[in-house]
């Protein structure tokens, strides 16, 4: 039996309910929050509530959405009061509303606006503020909103863009994060402190060629933050009167994940004074810093990696960790290390897995690279129980999107989908990811389009030279950015038997006129200014000419990161040059598949793409 027609008891369907991923955690007074997606339910956010005495509600009934589209990303949609009360972003209008421990739903602000980064402090809510203006203009600001209804009160403007509102223990001063175009979060930020009395703003950290992210105060003078000062994402204190920012633990590692997502903290203050860290190099590990020392130790958990985002309330911290085996699990983990019955798993994705055996295990790997650079990736060979995974097979090599974001080796049942009948999955950090530092992401700087390219075709090339593919039967398939390299990579290699791309890039010119606000700018530093000669040079639409395998192009029509029309044009390119290419399009659907049925349907579409093209 050919390796692509294993059986295997991973469905479309298993793979598309496991969506359901926890996210954002919050923990006070013993009780815990987080977000569950519903894919089964149109893709809504719903949010859980776990109370001390082991009560589990959920919050949030349908067809309530608690999403925000700050950045059209998001992030955490919402926050909790000291009495336990939500205010939380709801997707259809984007105003915030309030639910009181009753169970009552009211709105807080008018329509029009939208929400983000939500903190709850003396009876105000203080957030994100996103305004769309006429002529396609957004400005934003940091604002302060009366859990007792009224307007909202504009405390900080001036700059695009902000994040991690917080104020002072004793409520004088907010520190926040700033930025301006053209740069992104990971290129250069400011921590700034603003006294609220006078409105007196002063910079503590950051410039143009740093990134600072995450503030939490130490005391009323002084605060912790991260910097890649160093060529890393690593933890500082600052005295917010001046000094250089004192590094806590200077290490090759990241303590950090790049700014996507507005509301998210990876690391936590402790009652002790300490604080739950997250580190490493691809994957996160969860430990304790003494900032006084500089000692960190790290947690025994079951998790291999955590997700970016941590809540800490007193001697225990709240995360989502994750394995290559294992669900995102909203856990709470006591920091007293080696503490029997100090790891406590309250809820995982209630998708379901399969038997272990039909799961794979993954492995680090570095491969060499042009001119002798590394490049990380992570190998998931075929995994059966009652077929080898020796010799050659078929291969899909995935590109993750962003393009400054990494893989992990979070469980995936998608890529598990694959190697359980044969097909084996290389996941690549490509130069430019995140995760390895600063002088590794920057590598993409001027060079999309040929560095990530470069990275993904050397991919191929070394799982042929190693015996893990069969050279003829190596795919690549990838999202967003990821799907942008994909159909370069079509375009520039004769190296793959096929591409799939979701909701991808095809055109830099069209993508700078149409997309949203956030990464309006982000093309002058991938490739280079506005030129029609340079993006010719670049683009998969001008370049399809060189496209000569088959291809899979799937794309959300509502998605206002990447219009449509990159994927529609492709794909009549390459059908006007009788190049075999499948464009499957799904109405009610963004950038990235929410649906259970459109996420089981692209999957289907994607096996019988690899099935063809493999035999």
């Not at 001697?315 to 406590?344: C, D, F, H, K, Q």
């Amino acid at each position: 039996m050919p390796a692509a027609l294993w059986p295997s008891p991973i469905s479309t369907s298993d793979v598309a309910r496991a969506a359901a991923r926890p996210a954002w955690p919050v923990v006070s007074g013993g009780a815990a929050w987080w977000t569950e997606d519903r894919p089964g339910e149109g893709g809504r956010t719903t949010i859980v509530r776990l109370t001390a005495d082991g009560a589990r509600t959920e919050l949030l009934p349908p067809p309530w959405n608690a999403r925000t589209r700050v950045h059209e990303y998001g992030g955490r949609p919402y926050a909790v009061t000291p009495g336990g009360d939500v205010v939380f972003t709801e997707l259809t209008d984007q105003r915030l509303h309030t639910l009181d421990r009753s169970g009552e739903i009211r709105p807080l602000t008018a329509e029009g606006d939208r929400y983000a980064d939500l903190m709850v402090r003396d009876d105000q809510v203080w957030c994100v503020r996103e305004r769309h203006l006429d002529g396609g203009k957004v400005s934003r600001s940091i604002v302060s909103v009366p859990l007792a209804g009224g307007e909202a009160a504009e405390q900080v403007t001036g700059h695009d863009f902000y994040a991690f509102p917080t104020l002072s223990p004793d409520g004088r001063l907010l520190a926040y994060v700033c930025w301006n175009h053209p740069r992104m979060p990971w290129h250069g930020t400011e921590l700034r402190v603003t006294r609220l009395s006078d409105g007196e703003t002063w910079t503590v950290a950051g410039g143009p060629s740093e990134s600072v992210l995450a503030p939490q105060w130490c005391d009323d003078g002084r605060l912790y933050l991260i910097s890649d000062r160093s060529g890393w994402w690593n933890l500082y204190a600052a005295d917010i009167g001046g000094g250089e920012p004192e590094p806590l633990c200077p290490r090759e590692e990241e303590f950090a994940w790049p700014l996507w997502y507005l509301g998210g903290l990876p690391y936590a203050v402790l009652a002790d004074g300490r604080l739950a860290v997250l580190h490493g190099r691809g994957d996160l590990r969860l430990g304790v810093l003494d900032p006084l020392t500089g000692v960190l130790t790290d947690l025994d958990t079951p998790f291999p990696g955590w997700a970016p985002t941590l809540a800490a309330d007193g001697t225990s911290v709240l995360g989502i960790g994750y394995g290559p085996a294992t669900p995102m699990s909203v856990t709470r983990v006591t920091t007293a290390i080696g503490t029997p019955g100090g790891i406590e798993v309250l809820a995982a994705d209630p998708g379901g897995l399969p038997d272990p055996a039909y799961l794979p295990e993954p492995r680090a790997v570095t491969l060499p690279g042009e001119d002798g650079r590394e490049v990380y990736a992570f190998l998931y060979p075929p995994a059966h129980p009652d077929h080898a995974a020796d010799g050659p097979h078929p291969y899909v090599i995935f590109v993750h999107g962003g393009p400054t974001a990494h893989a992990t080796t979070a469980l995936d049942l998608g890529k598990a989908f694959l190697t359980s009948r044969g097909i084996g999955v290389l996941d690549v950090n490509y130069g430019g990811s995140t995760g390895y530092g600063r002088a590794y992401r920057e590598s993409l700087k001027g060079q999309w389009g040929l560095a990530d390219v470069a990275d993904t075709v050397a991919a191929a090339r070394w799982l042929a030279a190693e015996g893990h593919a069969d050279p003829g039967r190596i795919a690549v398939r990838g999202g967003s950015a990821g799907g942008w390299t994909v159909m370069a990579a079509c375009c520039r290699s004769g190296a793959f038997a096929g591409g799939v791309s979701y909701y991808g890039v095809s055109a830099l010119g069209p993508l700078n006129a149409h997309t949203h606000d956030f990464e309006s700018r982000y093309v002058e530093w991938l490739v280079g200014p506005e030129d029609p000669q340079l993006y010719a040079e670049r683009e998969p639409l001008a370049l399809a000419g060189g496209v000569s395998c088959p291809m899979l192009l799937l794309q959300g029509l509502d998605d206002p990161v990447v219009p449509p029309e990159q994927s529609a044009a492709f794909a009549e390119t390459l059908s006007e040059r009788g190049i075999p290419c499948t464009y499957l399009a799904f109405d009610g659907e963004a950038h990235g598949f929410r649906r259970t049925e459109t996420r089981s349907t692209a999957l289907a579409a994607e096996l019988a793409f690899y099935q063809q093209i493999f035999r």
